[in-house]
Each structure stands twice: as structure tokens, then as C-alpha cells.
């Protein structure tokens, strides 16, 4: 139920970036982690849209993966053996595994987030 609120800031940043021009498109990059789901998103936004200049824009998704790094040496974790993996089981496997200095303390540094990357509006 938490895309209602975010579908709502998110609409909100996009006509205020817009300036009053119509959108014809959102593109959103949603994070493996983020436990945010794209067509809850639609859903919340045909709603919240409704008789602004955004109603009847598209939402493109784009999936950002999971990223790890080792706190100790600053490598980033090689995830790609797991991709087709939940975003739990692939942090107990890298965790498991360690990284390739021998250090155990990897940390989520990417793929968790929910972000507006860019607008389409109709030129005017």
C-alpha cells in the first residue's frame, strides 16, 4: 500500500518539473530491493493523475539491480552467478562467500532505491 504515497510524491515532483506542459511519458527506475511493485505504481498513478498534465502519460520501468561492497577494500560484489535470484537470497549467498579480499563485510549499496529519471513532454 506504500505506492499510493510514493506514486503521489512522484506524480507531484513530475508537474512540478513540467512546469504546466503535458507529460507523455515518466521514466522510473525501481531498485531489486525496493520492495516496490511497477503495477501497483500504474494503478495508484491512472487514479492520481486524473485531470492533470499527466493524466494519460506512460510509465516506463526500469529494474536497478542489487549492488554489494566490501567495507573493508571497496570491491563491488560480483552478483551476476545469482541475478535470477530473490534480492535475499542473492545477499546470503555473496554474504556467504565473502568478498575477494577475504572480508565477510559487504554492505547494499545499490537497488534499493525508487526514482523519477527523466520526463517526456509535449513540445510546445
Same mark, same amino acid.
Given at each position: 500500500?506504500?505506492?499510493?504515497?510514493i506514486?503521489?510524491?512522484?506524480?507531484?515532483?513530475? #508537474?512540478e518539473?513540467?512546469?504546466?506542459?503535458?507529460?507523455?511519458?515518466?521514466?522510473?527506475?525501481?531498485?531489486?530491493?525496493?520492495?516496490?511493485?511497477?503495477?501497483?505504481?500504474?494503478?495508484?498513478?491512472?487514479?492520481?493523475?486524473?485531470g492533470?498534465?499527466a493524466?494519460?502519460?506512460?510509465?516506463?520501468?526500469?529494474?536497478a539491480?542489487?549492488?554489494?561492497?566490501?567495507?573493508d577494500?571497496?570491491?563491488q560484489?560480483?552478483?551476476s552467478?545469482?541475478?535470477?535470484?530473490?534480492?535475499?537470497?542473492?545477499?546470503?549467498?555473496? #554474504?556467504?562467500?565473502?568478498?575477494?579480499?577475504?572480508?565477510?563485510?559487504?554492505?547494499?549499496?545499490?537497488?534499493?532505491?525508487?526514482?523519477?529519471?527523466?520526463?517526456?513532454?509535449?513540445?510546445?
Open positions: 500500500m506504500h505506492e499510493a504515497s506514486t503521489e510524491a512522484m506524480l507531484d515532483l513530475a #508537474l518539473y513540467a512546469q504546466g506542459q503535458r507529460i507523455t511519458d515518466i521514466y522510473l527506475q525501481v531498485g531489486r530491493m525496493s520492495f516496490v511493485v511497477p503495477e501497483s505504481v500504474g494503478f495508484y498513478f491512472e487514479y492520481l493523475s486524473r492533470t498534465v493524466e494519460g502519460a506512460t510509465l516506463h520501468f526500469e529494474t539491480p542489487l549492488e554489494m561492497t566490501c567495507t577494500c571497496g570491491r560484489a560480483d552478483l552467478e545469482w541475478a535470477d535470484e530473490q534480492p535475499r537470497a542473492m545477499m546470503v549467498q555473496a #554474504l556467504a562467500r565473502g568478498c575477494q579480499c577475504g572480508s565477510s563485510n559487504l554492505r547494499v549499496t545499490g537497488g534499493t532505491g525508487f526514482e523519477m529519471v527523466s520526463l517526456g513532454v509535449e513540445a510546445q
